[in-house]
């Protein structure tokens, strides 16, 4: 167990539709990223929030946005979806990016698109 | 741009045995760090190792060891008495210092034979 959580663990949606993935990070990082993995494909890093601000933007759609709020949780939202965003999507949490610190990864929330 | 291959989609190991999983980068950069997550059929990411490309000793954890040749962009696991357990997907990922923006090889899907 890494220590971040994420829900839902699973989410079946329509095509058009919003969702909105929540993350919590390990007690004492500041550090929240999100990841998108395609089936049987390497992670693509979507952004990262720090201290509740954005540091940086990966691949991610404009259809997609984040939000680190005080308590240091993250959300990520999803929206118009099409049947290509099904994906396994990690959270990631880490303490201080500028040290090059390890990233642990919560289990996933895997997004299905009908 | 950074870009991590790793050339072996699929590699077998029997129980008890070593095998080595490759990986290369490309980067300008002179400070970054390396890493070898492994994801098993749960799919939760788990970090096995850690490499701080200033650092000439490779990393060791328990069975698992690294060969970091820095001249030559090369940063291979190896996998010593594997068990079943060891079985999953492995990824080897490379991160520049001070940057948010980690980024995955491909993968490589290890079978252990009993």
């Known amino acids: 167990d890494s220590g971040v959580t994420q829900t839902p663990k699973h989410l079946i949606t329509a095509t058009g539709q919003r969702v909105t993935l929540r993350c919590s990070p390990r007690s004492g990082d500041l550090s929240v990223y999100w990841y998108q993995q395609s089936l049987d494909q390497g992670l693509q890093f979507l952004i990262h929030y720090y201290n509740g601000e954005e540091r940086a933007k990966g691949n991610i759609l404009e259809r997609f946005s984040a939000q680190q709020f005080p308590d240091l949780h993250s959300e990520l939202n999803l929206s118009s979806l099409e049947l290509g965003d099904s994906a396994l999507y990690f959270c990631a949490s880490s303490v201080d990016p500028a040290s090059g610190d390890t990233q642990y990864f919560g289990p996933g929330t895997r997004l299905t698109v009908l | 741009a950074q870009t991590v291959t790793q050339s072996q989609p699929e590699m077998s190991v029997q129980e008890a045995e070593t095998v080595t999983l490759s990986c290369t980068y490309d980067t300008s950069e002179s400070d970054y760090y390396l890493f070898w997550y492994k994801q098993p059929p749960s799919r939760q990411m788990i970090l096995v190792i850690r490499q701080e490309a200033y650092k000439q000793q490779n990393a060791t954890e328990n069975r698992f060891s690294v060969n970091f040749q820095k001249a030559a962009k090369s940063f291979s696991l190896k996998i010593s008495d594997s068990q079943l357990g060891d079985a999953a997907m492995y990824f080897c990922?490379?991160?520049?210092?001070?940057?948010?923006?980690?980024?995955f090889g491909a993968g490589t899907r290890l079978t252990v034979k009993p």
């Open positions: 990922a490379h991160r520049i210092y001070n940057n948010n923006d980690m980024r």
